[in-house]
């Protein structure tokens, strides 16, 4: 081993003092190269969008500088490693939330807990940051004082019930991981995607009834206003059944067949064998008009419940499963 460090040293002796006869030969040359150098460095910053030291405002409203360039990355929240994801940043994540099932990359990468963060293994990852969510902010304080003190830089993202608030935290996250251009983009293609559906959906004529039941009975549940799928079925022109209601709402099936809703969603097909036939099958719900035309259907809830840049796919699939005629063209 010392055998080979003098080789090493010994050569790298030879260049350096090449080196310094070059550059006492060229003087004026080399800090010109020099200066070239720094002015390309700072063009593709400005082309990438990407300068640090950053400062942004996390949705704890904490002013949050990050001086470099994020190397390594834990998020502990599903919505923001899929946004990491779809910003690049795969390659740098290092620790995501028990729950996350997406990219199928996920399955590799360690799991540092959910609501109770697994801090001791976080501090020993020691990301570069971490993006917590306000859950965390507020039930873990002491945690997070932790990873700070730690060197780690800790970004809170908040919940999101609208779409803008999803461009705001994709927007957030690329900022602070160097990767705001990125950002740009898939909120960019987020919104033409949208505007595209809504100018298809101006050829709606008859606005259809829509139920969406986001847990089986006998606790069924569906979604008011203020959350996505309300969104979304405003967007391609459908009434939502529960649209006088406020968030998630628990209702009987007494309530709901009263509704008449002609299309049903359900979003639990993940857990439960065939939801579609469940609701097909049950008791007194054979007149109501979404079961008698069979227009049932189960979706992925992930895409029409996680705030991240798959929702723009949720969107299509109801599109095309309300108003086949006109988005299955």
């Known amino acids: 081993m010392m055998k080979e460090m003098v080789k090493k040293w010994g050569l790298f002796g030879v260049v350096l003092l090449l080196s310094m006869g070059i550059m006492a030969g060229c003087g004026t040359e080399g800090q010109k190269t020099k200066e070239d150098a720094v002015a390309k460095t700072e063009e593709v910053e400005k082309e990438s969008g990407v300068q640090f030291p950053v400062t942004i405002t996390d949705d704890a409203n904490r002013e949050v500088t990050i001086e470099e360039e994020p190397e390594t990355i834990v998020s502990i929240q599903t919505s923001n490693t899929e946004i990491a994801f779809a910003l690049g940043l795969g390659d740098k994540i290092i620790g995501v939330s028990d729950y996350d099932n997406y990219p199928p990359e996920v399955e590799k990468i360690e799991k540092v807990g959910a609501q109770d963060i697994n801090s001791e293994l976080v501090l020993t990852l020691l990301p570069d940051i971490a993006l917590v969510t306000d859950y965390h902010y507020k039930t873990h304080p002491e945690t997070l004082k932790q990873f700070e003190e730690a060197g780690i830089d800790v970004v809170v993202v908040g919940s999101a019930v609208s779409f803008e608030d999803v461009y705001s935290k994709i927007e957030m996250i690329g900022t602070a991981t160097g990767s705001k251009t990125e950002a740009e983009e898939i909120v960019t293609d987020m919104k033409e995607r949208i505007q595209a559906i809504k100018d298809k959906a101006a050829a709606v004529k008859d606005k259809k009834k829509v139920w ?112 086949p005629e006109i988005f299955k063209q």
Do not use: C
């Not at 203020?226 to 968030?247: K, P, R």
């Not at 008449?260 to 359900?266: H, M, R, S, Y």
């Open 212 to 323: 969406v039941e986001v847990s089986p009975a006998p606790d069924i549940f569906t979604t008011g206003q203020n959350t996505f799928m309300h969104e979304m079925l405003e967007s391609i022109q459908a009434v939502n059944a529960a649209g006088d209601q406020e968030g998630w709402v628990k209702m009987t099936e007494e309530e709901i067949v009263q509704l008449d809703p002609e299309v049903i969603i359900t979003t639990y097909g993940y857990y439960v064998d065939n939801p579609t036939a469940g609701v097909l099958n049950r008791e007194g719900w054979a007149e109501v008009p979404a079961v008698k035309s069979g227009n049932v259907f189960d979706v992925d809830s992930d895409t029409v419940t996680r705030p991240g840049p798959r929702l723009i796919e949720g969107v299509e699939t109801l599109a095309e499963l309300i108003y």
